[in-house]
Protein backbone atom coordinates (compact mmCIF):
# COMPACT_ATOMS: atom_id res chain seq x y z
CA UNK A 1 0.00 0.00 0.00
CA UNK A 2 1.16 3.09 -0.84
CA UNK A 3 1.62 6.39 1.41
CA UNK A 4 -1.44 8.07 -0.26
CA UNK A 5 -3.88 5.01 0.17
CA UNK A 6 -2.81 4.30 3.46
CA UNK A 7 -3.52 8.07 4.56
CA UNK A 8 -6.72 7.63 2.54
CA UNK A 9 -7.64 4.77 4.89
CA UNK A 10 -6.37 5.81 8.34
CA UNK A 11 -8.80 9.31 7.72
CA UNK A 12 -11.61 7.03 6.53
CA UNK A 13 -11.06 4.92 10.08
CA UNK A 14 -11.46 8.31 12.20
CA UNK A 15 -14.72 8.44 10.92
CA UNK A 16 -15.91 4.78 11.65
CA UNK A 17 -18.52 4.64 14.81
CA UNK A 18 -16.62 3.86 18.16
CA UNK A 19 -17.99 1.53 20.65
CA UNK A 20 -17.19 1.88 24.88
CA UNK A 21 -17.00 -0.04 27.85
CA UNK A 22 -20.22 0.95 29.15
CA UNK A 23 -22.02 -0.59 25.39
CA UNK A 24 -21.08 -4.11 26.67
CA UNK A 25 -23.89 -5.53 28.82
CA UNK A 26 -26.33 -3.98 26.85
CA UNK A 27 -24.55 -5.87 23.45
CA UNK A 28 -24.84 -8.68 25.61
CA UNK A 29 -28.98 -8.47 25.52
CA UNK A 30 -28.88 -7.53 21.83
CA UNK A 31 -26.79 -10.34 20.74
CA UNK A 32 -29.59 -12.71 20.24
CA UNK A 33 -30.14 -12.06 16.79
CA UNK A 34 -26.66 -12.90 16.08
CA UNK A 35 -26.26 -16.15 18.07
CA UNK A 36 -27.70 -18.04 15.61
CA UNK A 37 -25.05 -17.64 13.61
CA UNK A 38 -21.75 -16.96 15.14
CA UNK A 39 -22.39 -18.54 18.66
CA UNK A 40 -22.15 -22.13 17.12
CA UNK A 41 -18.74 -23.46 16.66
CA UNK A 42 -17.65 -24.23 12.88
CA UNK A 43 -21.52 -22.59 11.77
CA UNK A 44 -21.70 -22.89 8.11
CA UNK A 45 -23.69 -20.43 5.79
CA UNK A 46 -25.11 -21.59 2.68
CA UNK A 47 -26.10 -18.49 0.81
CA UNK A 48 -25.23 -16.74 -1.07
CA UNK A 49 -21.98 -18.42 -0.77
CA UNK A 50 -20.73 -21.78 1.27
CA UNK A 51 -18.13 -20.73 4.10
CA UNK A 52 -17.72 -21.09 7.72
CA UNK A 53 -19.26 -17.49 9.55
CA UNK A 54 -16.19 -15.49 10.51
CA UNK A 55 -15.51 -15.82 14.26
CA UNK A 56 -15.87 -12.26 15.93
CA UNK A 57 -15.65 -12.88 19.76
CA UNK A 58 -12.43 -10.96 20.51
CA UNK A 59 -12.66 -8.36 17.08
CA UNK A 60 -11.53 -5.60 17.62
CA UNK A 61 -14.84 -3.23 18.13
CA UNK A 62 -14.41 -0.55 15.98
CA UNK A 63 -14.38 -2.75 13.22
CA UNK A 64 -17.44 -4.72 13.95
CA UNK A 65 -19.11 -1.40 14.27
CA UNK A 66 -17.68 -0.41 10.88
CA UNK A 67 -18.25 -3.43 9.16
CA UNK A 68 -22.09 -3.37 10.51
CA UNK A 69 -22.29 0.14 9.18
CA UNK A 70 -21.19 -0.87 5.95
CA UNK A 71 -24.01 -3.87 5.61
CA UNK A 72 -26.79 -1.08 7.15
CA UNK A 73 -25.38 1.19 3.98
CA UNK A 74 -25.76 -1.56 1.19
CA UNK A 75 -21.83 -0.98 1.01
CA UNK A 76 -21.10 -4.60 1.97
CA UNK A 77 -24.02 -6.74 -0.15
CA UNK A 78 -25.20 -9.82 2.11
CA UNK A 79 -29.11 -10.62 1.99
CA UNK A 80 -28.90 -11.56 5.74
CA UNK A 81 -26.46 -9.38 7.40
CA UNK A 82 -27.99 -6.34 5.18
CA UNK A 83 -31.51 -7.54 7.06
CA UNK A 84 -30.28 -7.49 10.19
CA UNK A 85 -27.46 -4.69 10.46
CA UNK A 86 -31.16 -2.47 8.16
CA UNK A 87 -32.62 -2.85 11.78
CA UNK A 88 -30.12 -2.01 13.99
CA UNK A 89 -29.66 2.08 15.60
CA UNK A 90 -26.25 3.44 15.95
CA UNK A 91 -26.64 2.75 19.38
CA UNK A 92 -27.78 -1.10 18.70
CA UNK A 93 -24.42 -0.92 16.50
CA UNK A 94 -22.34 0.06 19.05
CA UNK A 95 -23.42 -1.90 22.13
CA UNK A 96 -22.97 -5.65 20.17
CA UNK A 97 -19.45 -4.28 18.76
CA UNK A 98 -18.02 -3.37 22.66
CA UNK A 99 -19.77 -6.76 23.41
CA UNK A 100 -18.03 -9.09 21.09
CA UNK A 101 -14.48 -7.12 21.33
CA UNK A 102 -14.57 -8.28 25.17
CA UNK A 103 -16.31 -11.65 24.65
CA UNK A 104 -13.07 -14.11 24.06
CA UNK A 105 -11.36 -11.69 25.73
CA UNK A 106 -10.60 -13.50 29.03
CA UNK A 107 -10.13 -16.94 27.60
CA UNK A 108 -7.51 -15.69 24.66
CA UNK A 109 -3.87 -17.65 25.19
CA UNK A 110 -0.75 -14.61 24.60
CA UNK A 111 -0.41 -14.91 20.60
CA UNK A 112 3.24 -14.34 21.60
CA UNK A 113 3.06 -17.67 23.51
CA UNK A 114 1.99 -19.81 19.94
CA UNK A 115 4.51 -20.40 17.29
CA UNK A 116 2.81 -19.60 13.94
CA UNK A 117 3.96 -21.03 10.80
CA UNK A 118 5.83 -19.51 8.11
CA UNK A 119 4.45 -19.17 4.71
CA UNK A 120 5.84 -20.98 1.71
CA UNK A 121 8.03 -18.93 -0.36
CA UNK A 122 5.11 -18.54 -2.71
CA UNK A 123 2.44 -17.29 -0.22
CA UNK A 124 5.25 -15.08 1.34
CA UNK A 125 6.23 -12.96 -1.69
CA UNK A 126 2.11 -12.62 -1.95
CA UNK A 127 1.90 -11.40 1.30
CA UNK A 128 4.29 -8.61 0.61
CA UNK A 129 3.43 -8.21 -2.89
CA UNK A 130 -0.36 -7.09 -0.96
CA UNK A 131 1.48 -5.37 1.54
CA UNK A 132 -1.21 -6.85 4.01
CA UNK A 133 1.35 -6.34 7.26
CA UNK A 134 1.27 -2.33 6.10
CA UNK A 135 -2.38 -2.45 8.01
CA UNK A 136 -3.12 -5.65 9.35
CA UNK A 137 0.08 -5.90 11.53
CA UNK A 138 3.38 -8.00 11.16
CA UNK A 139 1.26 -10.91 12.75
CA UNK A 140 -2.39 -9.77 11.14
CA UNK A 141 -3.27 -9.88 14.97
CA UNK A 142 -2.77 -6.41 15.96
CA UNK A 143 -3.69 -3.83 13.31
CA UNK A 144 -2.31 -0.65 12.99
CA UNK A 145 -5.90 0.61 13.41
CA UNK A 146 -8.75 -0.76 15.94
CA UNK A 147 -10.85 -0.19 12.30
CA UNK A 148 -9.36 -2.80 10.59
CA UNK A 149 -9.65 -6.01 11.66
CA UNK A 150 -7.64 -9.07 13.19
CA UNK A 151 -7.43 -11.60 10.39
CA UNK A 152 -5.13 -14.12 12.48
CA UNK A 153 -6.65 -17.42 12.96
CA UNK A 154 -9.50 -16.70 11.16
CA UNK A 155 -11.47 -19.05 8.89
CA UNK A 156 -9.35 -19.28 5.72
CA UNK A 157 -13.03 -20.38 3.72
CA UNK A 158 -14.30 -16.77 5.38
CA UNK A 159 -11.11 -14.52 4.63
CA UNK A 160 -10.92 -16.16 0.64
CA UNK A 161 -15.00 -15.38 0.27
CA UNK A 162 -14.35 -12.10 1.97
CA UNK A 163 -11.23 -10.82 -0.27
CA UNK A 164 -12.72 -12.52 -3.30
CA UNK A 165 -16.50 -9.72 -2.46
CA UNK A 166 -14.08 -7.22 -3.07
CA UNK A 167 -13.64 -8.28 -7.20
CA UNK A 168 -17.41 -8.85 -7.11
CA UNK A 169 -19.50 -6.10 -9.20
CA UNK A 170 -23.21 -5.77 -10.37
CA UNK A 171 -23.83 -8.56 -8.05
CA UNK A 172 -26.91 -7.19 -5.58
CA UNK A 173 -25.96 -10.44 -3.15
CA UNK A 174 -21.93 -10.26 -3.19
CA UNK A 175 -19.78 -7.58 -3.23
CA UNK A 176 -18.12 -5.10 -0.43
CA UNK A 177 -17.51 -1.66 -1.47
CA UNK A 178 -13.89 -0.44 -0.56
CA UNK A 179 -11.61 1.10 -2.49
CA UNK A 180 -8.21 0.27 -0.35
CA UNK A 181 -9.66 -3.18 -0.87
CA UNK A 182 -11.06 -3.26 -4.09
CA UNK A 183 -7.34 -2.18 -5.24
CA UNK A 184 -5.42 -4.42 -3.55
CA UNK A 185 -6.93 -7.68 -4.53
CA UNK A 186 -7.18 -6.59 -8.18
CA UNK A 187 -3.60 -7.83 -8.10
CA UNK A 188 -3.92 -11.15 -7.31
CA UNK A 189 -5.69 -14.01 -9.22
CA UNK A 190 -8.79 -16.27 -7.02
CA UNK A 191 -5.86 -19.04 -6.64
CA UNK A 192 -3.55 -16.82 -4.89
CA UNK A 193 -6.10 -14.83 -2.56
CA UNK A 194 -7.35 -18.67 -1.80
CA UNK A 195 -3.43 -19.30 -0.56
CA UNK A 196 -2.96 -16.21 1.38
CA UNK A 197 -6.28 -16.58 3.48
CA UNK A 198 -5.07 -20.72 3.60
CA UNK A 199 -1.74 -19.33 5.46
CA UNK A 200 -3.83 -16.19 7.44
CA UNK A 201 -6.11 -18.43 8.86
CA UNK A 202 -3.37 -21.04 10.06
CA UNK A 203 -1.85 -18.32 12.18
CA UNK A 204 -2.73 -18.11 16.08
CA UNK A 205 -4.58 -15.21 16.96
CA UNK A 206 -7.58 -13.99 19.00
CA UNK A 207 -10.51 -14.65 17.61
CA UNK A 208 -12.81 -17.07 18.45
CA UNK A 209 -16.60 -18.27 18.72
CA UNK A 210 -17.75 -18.73 21.94
CA UNK A 211 -21.00 -20.87 21.94
CA UNK A 212 -23.64 -20.24 24.12
CA UNK A 213 -24.74 -22.82 26.39
CA UNK A 214 -27.68 -24.18 24.44
CA UNK A 215 -25.08 -24.54 21.56
CA UNK A 216 -22.32 -26.40 23.70
Known amino acids: MN ?20 DVAAGQKKAAMCIGCHGIPGYQASFPEVHRVPMIAG ?15 GERRHPSMRGLAGSLSDADIADLSAF ?20 QPEVAALLTKGACASCHGTDYNKPIDPSYP ?40 LAELKAMARHIGSLPGDLKTV ?6
Do not use: C, W
Open 150 to 189: KIAGQHADYLYVALKSYKTDGNPALGRANGIMAGQVKNFT
Open 59 to 73: QNAKYIASALTAYKK
Open 100 to 119: YEQQGASAVKPVAARTAPAP
Open 3 to 22: NKALLLALALAATAPLATAQ
Open 211 to 216: PESRFR
